[in-house]
C-alpha cells in the first residue's frame, strides 16, 4: 500500500510542471478550471445550528432570536440550519449562544454529521475532533446518548473543544489529547466514525490562502489523511459508517484520496443525498473508480467549499 | 462528593449525584454515563458533564452544575433582558433589574441568576438585604455565562 506518492503519477508531474511557472494564485484558479469550475471570489454567509437538544421549541427559539434582533432564513439543505440574514450585534455574544441554544457553524460543515444513519446509542468516533463544531453536532444528532471519543493533537483547540462541550451541555463524549494515527491503541471498536480531516483549507473566507499556500503543503496533507483513513479503518465495526469530509477543493484530497481507500482499505462508497455536485471521476486525466462519483464536492459560493463522502466496508460478493 | 454537596448547600439546597459515576481528574470533577464509565480510560482530557474543579480550598463550579442546582428549589433571582446583558459582561445585579426571588433574600447569601426563561446565567452574593433594599447595587456577579467567551481571549 503506497501511502505516499499516490497522487503523484506522471500526468501529475506534467500538469504541476506546466503550471509551476505561475502565480499560486494563478497555478491554483488553472487547476480549478480544468477541473471544471470558473474561479470566483466569494464571502460565504454567516450560518448557525440550532442544538435541539437544549431547546424545546425551534420556531420559539427563532422567534426569541428575532425579537433580539437576530433574522435568520432556514437553509434549505440542512434540517437544523439557518443562514443569519441580519444581526444588530455578533451572535456569538448573546445569551442564547453561550446557553448553548444554537452554535456558529458554517452550512457545508453541518452536512457530514447528517450523512450517519442511527446515531442514537452508537458509539462513535470525532477522529479530528477539535475545535469541536461537529462534536456538538454529533452529541445533538444522538440527544446525548451512547459515546463520543473525541481526538486531537493540537492541545490549544482542544480547550476550545473542552469550553464548546461545557457550553452546549454536551454530556456524552470523551475527549483525548491523542494522535487519530494511533487510535487503535484505544482497543474499542465503533459504529460510526467521523473523519473530518485536517486539510489545506481553501480560499473563501481566507484572504491569505493563495498566498500561504503551495501543491506540497496539499501532496503532505493528502498523505496524513491517507495515514488517518488507514488506521481508522483498522477500529471500524464490520457494520460501521465512516463519514469523510475535507475544506479542500484540492483533489488530491479528495476524490484521489477516496480512490485510493476503495482499492486499498476494502471499502466502497455509499450513495448520499446531499447539497453538493457529484465528484470527479477524471481528475486531471486520471480515471478514478466509477463509484467516486457518489461522493459531493461544494465548490464555493454560499458555502465555504467542501468535499463529503460516505464509506462502509465493502460487502462480500 | 464533598465539595460538591458544600457548594450546593451555598444556595440553601442540596443535590444527589450518583458518586460511581463521579470520576476525579486532577482537581476536576466529571460526570459520566454509563456508556461512558466502561468506555472512558484514565488519561482523558474531559469526559460527560464537567461539574467543577475544586483549587486551594475553593470551589469552582462549572455552569452545567449551575444548572443542575438551578433545576432545585434553591437560593434564585430572576433579571430582566437589560440586567441580564450587563450580568453576562460581568456587571452587578442592580435591585431594579430583579424581577423575583425565590428563597432567601439575606445579605451575604448565594443565589442563582436566571433569566426571564428561567436559565441560568451564573451566581452571585447579595449584598443587601432584598426585602429592605428598593435601588442600587443588589447582588454581586461572581460568575456568569459570559466567561466562555473570556476564556477564548
Not at chain 1, 476503495?262 to 473508480?289: R, S
Not at chain 2, 442546582?69 to 442592580?94: H, M, P, S, Y
Amino acid at each position: 500500500m503506497n501511502l505516499h506518492n499516490y497522487a503523484s503519477t506522471p500526468s501529475f508531474y506534467e500538469q504541476n510542471r506546466k503550471l509551476s511557472s505561475m502565480s499560486s494564485k494563478d497555478f491554483f484558479i488553472n487547476r480549478y478550471q480544468e477541473l471544471g469550475w470558473k474561479y470566483k471570489d466569494v464571502t460565504p454567509r454567516q450560518a448557525i445550528r440550532i442544538n435541539t437538544m437544549n431547546v424545546e421549541k425551534t420556531a420559539a427559539l427563532l422567534q426569541r432570536l428575532r425579537s433580539i434582533g437576530i433574522a435568520l432564513e432556514r437553509i434549505s439543505f440542512l434540517d437544523n440550519g439557518y443562514w443569519v440574514c441580519e444581526s444588530k450585534f455578533s451572535v456569538g455574544a448573546t445569551s442564547e449562544y453561550l446557553l448553548g441554544l444554537y452554535s456558529i457553524q458554517e452550512a457545508a460543515a453541518q452536512i457530514p454529521v447528517t450523512l450517519f444513519t442511527e446515531l442514537e446509542h452508537k458509539t462513535v468516533l470525532d477522529a479530528c475532533a477539535a475545535p469541536g463544531g461537529k462534536t456538538v453536532q454529533l452529541a445533538d444528532s444522538m440527544h446525548n446518548t451512547g459515546a463520543i471519543i473525541a481526538l486531537d493533537i493540537r492541545k490549544q483547540r482542544l480547550t476550545a473543544l473542552a469550553n464548546q462541550l461545557e457550553r452546549c451541555r454536551v454530556k456524552n463524549t470523551v475527549v483525548y489529547f491523542s494522535d487519530a494515527r494511533q487510535v487503535s491503541r484505544l482497543k474499542a471498536g465503533f459504529d460510526r466514525i467521523l473523519l473530518d480531516m485536517p486539510c489545506s483549507g481553501n480560499f473563501a473566507g481566507d484572504r491569505n490562502w493563495f498566498k500561504r499556500r503551495t501543491i506540497k503543503d496539499v501532496e503532505r496533507n493528502a498523505a496524513l489523511q491517507r495515514e488517518i483513513l488507514a488506521e481508522t479503518v483498522k477500529v471500524l465495526k464490520d457494520s460501521g459508517e465512516i463519514v469523510y469530509s475535507t475544506c479542500s477543493l484540492e483533489p488530491e484530497e479528495n476524490e484521489l484520496n477516496i480512490d485510493w481507500a476503495v482499492k486499498n482499505l476494502n471499502l466502497q462508497v455509499e450513495e448520499i443525498n446531499c447539497h453538493g455536485q457529484k465528484a470527479l471521476t477524471n481528475v486531471f486525466c486520471k480515471h478514478l473508480d466509477s463509484s467516486i462519483q457518489e461522493c459531493r464536492r461544494v465548490w464555493p459560493g454560499q458555502t465555504q467549499g467542501f468535499f463529503v463522502c460516505k464509506l462502509k466496508r465493502r460487502e462480500a460478493a | 462528593m464533598e465539595p460538591i454537596d458544600d457548594f450546593a448547600r451555598r444556595f440553601g439546597t442540596s443535590i444527589s449525584l450518583d458518586e460511581t459515576f463521579i470520576v476525579k481528574k486532577q482537581d476536576r470533577y466529571f460526570l459520566l454515563n454509563r456508556d461512558l464509565k466502561q468506555i472512558a480510560a484514565n488519561d482523558f482530557l474531559y469526559a460527560g458533564t464537567y461539574l467543577g474543579k475544586a483549587k486551594g480550598g475553593k470551589f469552582f463550579p462549572s455552569f452545567n452544575l449551575l444548572s443542575m442546582i438551578a433545576q432545585k428549589r434553591a437560593n434564585k433571582i430572576t433579571i430582566a433582558r437589560k440586567a441580564e446583558w450587563l450580568f453576562i459582561c460581568g456587571r452587578d445585579v442592580f435591585k431594579q433589574g430583579i424581577t423575583k426571588v425565590t428563597g432567601s433574600t439575606k445579605k451575604d447569601d448565594h443565589v442563582l441568576v436566571l433569566n426571564s426563561y428561567g436559565e441560568c446565567l451564573g451566581f452571585g452574593k447579595i449584598l443587601c438585604n432584598l426585602d429592605k433594599k428598593r435601588r442600587g447595587l443588589a447582588v454581586e456577579n461572581i460568575m456568569d455565562i459570559g466567561d466562555f467567551l473570556r476564556r477564548e481571549k
